[in-house]
C-alpha cells in the first residue's frame, strides 16, 4: 500500500486526539472552484463534499454551517432558528480571524477559536463525507457520524437548492 504525505494541520491533529479514522484526499486546489471543482478532482458526487462556511450574525458573532457541496444555505431560515435579524458570510478576512484558516481551505476542526457548528441534518444520512482538512486542496474523507466525536454540533435544515441564472 502507498502511503500518502498530506499536510498536518490542527484539523488533523483533532481528528487523530479524538482517533477519528479518515482517508487524506488531495487535489489540486481551483482558485473559485469550490465544492463543484474539488468534487471533480476526486471522483466524489457534489452532494458528498461538505462546505466548512464562516457565517456571522447581525450583531457580528461568527458560527459555522456545514452544507453539502450542491446546497447553499438559507439565511433568513438560519437567522429565524437562531433568533437573529441576519445571517450572512464573514469577509475572508473575518474568516481567518476567526477559524485560523485561510478561505478555500477552513475545515470545522481545530478553529483558532471555538465556533458554534449548525450542520445540515441530512449530511448524517450519508455512508461517508468529504470535508476540508485545513489547507486548500487537501480534504478528508469520514464518517459523517464522527463529526459529532470532535464537535458539538446543532442540526438544522436550511439547505436549499441554488438558483441558476437565467
Partial sequence: MTRIDYPVTPAVRVLRENNI?????LYIYEEHGGSQASAIALSVPEHQVIKTLVMET???????VL????????????????????????SSADALRHTGYQFGGTSPFGTRNRLPVYAEKTIFDLEHISINGGKR????ELAPADIRR????????????PSSDP
Fill in 150 to 161: 470532535a464537535l458539538t454540533v446543532v442540526e438544522v435544515e436550511v439547505a436549499i437548492t
Fill in 21 to 25: 479514522p479518515f482517508v487524506p484526499r
Fill in 67 to 90: 452544507m453539502h457541496g450542491d446546497r447553499e444555505v438559507s439565511t433568513k431560515t438560519l437567522a429565524r432558528l437562531l433568533g437573529v435579524k441576519r445571517v450572512q458570510p464573514a
Fill in 137 to 140: 486542496g487537501f480534504l478528508v
Fill in 58 to 64: 447581525d450583531e457580528r458573532k461568527p458560527l459555522l
